[in-house]
Nanobody, 128 residues
Framework: QVQLVESGGGLVQPGGSLRLSCTAS????????IGWFRQAPGKEREGVSC????????YYTVPVKGRFTISRDNAKNTVDLQMNALKPEDTAVYYC?????????????????????WGQGTQVTVSS
C-alpha cells in the first residue's frame, strides 16, 4: 500500500524553526519528485516547495524562498522541509505529495496540476 506520512508539525513562536519530514511506506521516495504543500484555514491549498529525483533540483514559492529548505535523506527514505524564520502567515496544515511532472506545474498559482497521492498532513501553528 502506497502511503505518505508527514510529521514534525507543532506550535512555534514567530521567528522560530520547525523541521517537517515526509516518510513513505510501500515505495522509496528517491524515485519520485516530491512536493510540499500547505492549506491555511479558509484558503486554497498552495505549493510550498519541490525536489526532483536524481538531480535533486529544488524549487520554492515566493513566500517561503530564503526561509525554507527542502532536502532528501535517502537512507531514511524521507524528504524534509526545514522551516526557519517562521511567520504567523505560515500557519497551515502541511502536506507532502508525489509530483508527477515538472515542479513548476504544481507550484504555480493557481496550480496547473494537482498531485494524486497525498499524506494526511501535519499542523504548523506560528503564534506568540
Amino acid at each position: 500500500q502506497v502511503q505518505l506520512v508527514e510529521s514534525g508539525g507543532g506550535l512555534v513562536q514567530p521567528g522560530g524553526s520547525l523541521r517537517l519530514s515526509c516518510t513513505a511506506s510501500g515505495f522509496t521516495l528517491d524515485k519520485h519528485t516530491i512536493g510540499w504543500f500547505r492549506q491555511a484555514p479558509g484558503k486554497e491549498r498552495e505549493g510550498v516547495s519541490c525536489i526532483t529525483t536524481s538531480a535533486g533540483s529544488t524549487y520554492y514559492t515566493v513566500p517561503v524562498k530564503g526561509r525554507f529548505t527542502i532536502s532528501r535523506d535517502n537512507a531514511k527514505n524521507t524528504v524534509d522541509l526545514q522551516m526557519n524564520a517562521l511567520k504567523p502567515e505560515d500557519t497551515a496544515v502541511y502536506y507532502c505529495a508525489i509530483v508527477g511532472g515538472p515542479c513548476s506545474d504544481y507550484l504555480s498559482s493557481p496550480p496547473m496540476r494537482v498531485p494524486g497521492i497525498w499524506g494526511q498532513g501535519t499542523q504548523v501553528t506560528v503564534s506568540s
